[in-house]
């Protein structure tokens, strides 16, 4: 990578939101460079995909390449409830826009395998090398990258922050606003032999909600499990121990999890993440956008991250293909792509609030297909948010909001708990 260098877009990080765009961009022939400050394969969080991101794997052309690789197929979710002893589990629906199955995907493979199919399709890619400076200007940006101790700038037409959780330009020209009462922890290992539900339910992402948090329970390939566990900052805080110790200690406390994993053996070190929700501003701005993780988090308990990260990506790429043939670079030519984004993430941070409301989960784990309330709760569950929802979906939605309203009264009026649990 030379000072001469000039690309139409600089995209900053090279994860799925990042190779996605950068992917996208390629065959739509425009000249790219991926900056990626780690190498890969890494070790990471949010191996569940959701049905809806499968269409997208196939308009990138992947989708093939990651079928062969054997990953675990899931045909659905199930919840269960330790308090209550509440249980469901919900199966993708069939004759919508995107398959009834996705995949359970060990991160450090899928995301490596994205970004060597981007560079297939031309993608220039930095690895490992970091994003120490932008200079945006009249004609374009100026990015300064740092790879082996050398420091080279690169000029570019636009750029695209995807640096995640690092939050490139939260941190320089924007701010980031964190999510009251989703400031979470999860702690989380991979284990091999735990248990497995018999077929066909055997690859299907499992939700364990107990007093201290809850568990997701990932069924992998080759008989590999991921199990984490999300809580409370103030759990961590108040533990004052070890982190294996609090994990461990965790499990005891959920019953179904201590049971899968009696006889099971922990092969990986025990990771943590810290923060877990926040929203960055600005998303759109002259000469660059923000796509996946660096937008938003959201609390994982629905899957959404990869499915988020990938279709930020294809929206991103499309607006800055259409800025890139017309020359204009001012943020409002990219005040749709903002809308569209926040319109997909908005039911998502939705069902995350008001999951964590006794009167809604009772109501959620007892599902009705009245009024097409299961359809509208598995289209959003599946990642059909990001589509445009018809008005029967959101009529449906909105009576089971209605609903969960009239069961706090009546629990209220019952004795039973009724605030949140957001407040673990």
Known sequence: MTSADRYDVVVAGGGPAGSATGAFLALAGRRVLVVEREPFPRFHVGESLLPATLPILDRLGVHKAIAERGFQVKYGATFHDQESG??????????????????????????????????????????????????????????????????????????????????????????????????????????????????????????????????????????????????????????????????????????????????????????????????????VGDRFLVVGDAIAFVDPIFSGGVHIALQSGELAARSIDRALADGRFDARRFADYERRVWGGLHPFFRFIHKYYEPAFLELFLQPRTAFGMLDAVLSVLSGGAFLRMSWRTRASLAILFSIARVNVWVRRRAGQPVASRLEW
Request: aromatic share 12%; glycine share 8%; hydrophobic share 40%.
């Open 86 to 283: 509440l249980e469901h589990t919900f199966y993708f629906l069939r004759d919508k826009p995107w398959p009834s199955y996705a995949y359970q995907v060990p991160r450090a493979e899928f995301d490596a395998l994205l970004l060597e199919h981007a560079k297939k399709l031309g993608v220039d890619v930095r690895q490992p090398a970091t994003v120490q400076a932008v200079a945006f200007d009249a004609d374009g940006v100026t990015v300064t990258a740092e790879s082996h101790g050398q420091r080279t700038p690169v000029r570019a037409r636009f750029l695209v922050d995807a640096t995640g959780r690092a939050g490139l330009l939260s941190q320089t020209v924007g701010e980031r606003e964190r999510i009251p009462n989703l400031g979470k922890v999860a702690i989380f290992a991979h284990w091999q032999g735990a248990w497995r539900a018999p077929a066909p339910d055997e690859g299907n992402i499992r939700i364990y909600v107990f007093e201290h948090g809850w568990f997701w329970w990932i069924p992998l390939a080759a008989d590999r499990t991921s199990v984490g566990c999300v809580m409370h900052a103030r759990t961590v805080h108040d533990w004052g121990g070890m982190r294996d110790a609090l994990y461990a200690e965790m499990i005891r406390r959920c019953q179904r999890v201590a049971e899968g994993l009696a006889g099971a053996r922990q092969v990986t070190a025990v990771h943590s993440e810290a923060n877990f929700s926040y929203r960055n501003r600005p998303v």
